[in-house]
Nanobody, 122 residues
Framework: QVQLVESGGGLVQPGGSLRLSCAAS????????MGWYRQAPGKERDLVAR???????TYAESVQGRFTISRDNAKNTVYLQMNSLKFDDTAVYYC????????????????WGQGTQVTVSS
């Protein structure tokens, strides 16, 4: 079965950086577009970055220019480099495969990992 394991979160000051990792198993990783989602308390889970099987990337406007998504198909891992972190980036971050369905990018798998907490605080 699909397993997604996120890591790399932590507490960081505004302006700081973190690198998140997501190791996937149980899927043909290289055949999926992958994405990073985040969910802040009381808010919906939103897609913030996506990388296609051709390494084409797209970002939410709120993270454009600060976050970089990348993937290593040999390691079945997707990364999120987060720079210039802001208070509003505080959330639990998750990864999932991404599909374009009904005119919107949506997660492929119904089961999610445990996520990794990112807290931006001074």
């Amino acid at each position: 079965q699909v397993q997604l394991v996120e890591s790399g979160g932590g507490l960081v000051q505004p302006g700081g950086s973190l690198r998140l990792s997501c190791a996937a198993s149980g899927i043909e990783f290289s055949r999926y577009s992958m994405g990073w989602y985040r969910q802040a308390p009381g808010k919906e889970r939103d897609l913030v970055a996506r990388i296609s099987i051709y390494d084409r990337t797209t970002y939410a406007e709120s993270v454009q220019g600060r976050f970089t998504i990348s993937r290593d198909n040999a390691k079945n891992t997707v990364y999120l480099q987060m720079n210039s972190l802001k208070f509003d980036d505080t959330a639990v971050y998750y990864c999932n495969a991404v599909q374009f369905l009904d005119a919107k990018f949506r997660p492929v798998f119904g089961s999610w990992g445990q996520g990794t907490q990112v807290t931006v605080s001074s």
